[in-house]
Nanobody, 116 residues
Framework: QVQLVESGGGSVRPGGSLILSCIAS????????LGWYRQPPGKQRGFVAS???????LYADSVKGRFTISMDNAKRKVDLQMNSLKPEDAAVYYC??????????WGQGTQVTVSS
């Protein structure tokens, strides 16, 4: 079972930046999907960004041009660089990986607060 541990959440003013990191407990395959979801208060969890099996990145429309997802060569760490943060970006951010088996694993989440 893969364990995912997120870090880097915190509080920032609108327009600020944060980097979220997620480390997996084992080496992942290039065919696995790695990425991030988020859950704002009182809302459902929604897709943010991911690396697909072809190592191409996907982004939710709401974060395109502001967020950048990256993964290290060892396939154990994925980062989410978040720039120009808005109050509506405030949420608990969850790292996930979807293995080729179809099983999805989730991290415990890290809180991001955006307020003045």
């Amino acid at each position: 079972q893969v364990q995912l541990v997120e870090s880097g959440g915190g509080s920032v003013r609108p327009g600020g930046s944060l980097i979220l990191s997620c480390i997996a407990s084992e080496l992942l395959f290039s065919s696995d999907v790695l990425g991030w979801y988020r859950q704002p208060p009182g809302k459902q969890r929604g897709f943010v960004a991911s690396f697909t099996s072809t190592s191409s990145s996907l982004y939710a429309d709401s974060v395109k041009g502001r967020f950048t997802i990256s993964m290290d060569n060892a396939k154990r760490k994925v980062d989410l660089q978040m720039n120009s943060l808005k109050p509506e970006d405030a949420a608990v951010y969850y790292c996930y990986t979807r293995r080729t088996s179809g099983i999805t694993y989730w991290g415990q989440g890290t809180q991001v607060t955006v307020s003045s």
